[in-house]
Nanobody, 123 residues
Framework: QVQLVESGGGLVQAGGSLRLSCAAS????????MGWFRQALGKEREFVAA????????YYTNSVKGRFTIFRDNAKNTVYLQMNSLKPEDTAVYYC????????????????WGQGTQVTVSS
């Protein structure tokens, strides 16, 4: 059974940092894209970041560029999202995703999802 399990969410003050982790099990994702999406209360899910199989390609939504960094450890079958300079508008449930068959920003094309981890940024 394939599972993606996120961890690392929590409550942080504006300007603070958090590191999210997503550990995959059941199969290896070392040769696929992995990514992060988020969904704020009352809003649609949005793309945050993605990383290619060899980690030589990364993409970010404009609102997090320069503040968030996505990286992966294929030996651990894990992808991370380092979030710095957090803002209240970053508050959302963050979801890990793996293996897309389409454009990175299209959540419907990703095949595997985690259960989500809550990130709350207080002002």
């Amino acid at each position: 059974q394939v599972q993606l399990v996120e961890s690392g969410g929590g409550l942080v003050q504006a300007g603070g940092s958090l590191r999210l982790s997503c550990a995959a099990s059941g199969r290896t994702f070392s040769n696929t894209w992995m990514g992060w999406f988020r969904q704020a209360l009352g809003k649609e899910r949005e793309f945050v970041a993605a990383i290619g199989a060899r980690a030589n390609s990364t993409y970010y939504t404009n609102s997090v560029k320069g503040r968030f960094t996505i990286f992966r450890d294929n030996a651990k079958n894990t992808v991370y999202l380092q979030m710095n300079s957090l803002k209240p508008e970053d508050t959302a449930v963050y979801y890990c995703a793996a293996e897309t068959t389409g454009t990175l920003q299209d959540g419907t094309r990703w095949g595997y999802w985690g259960q989500g981890t809550q990130v709350t940024v207080s002002s």
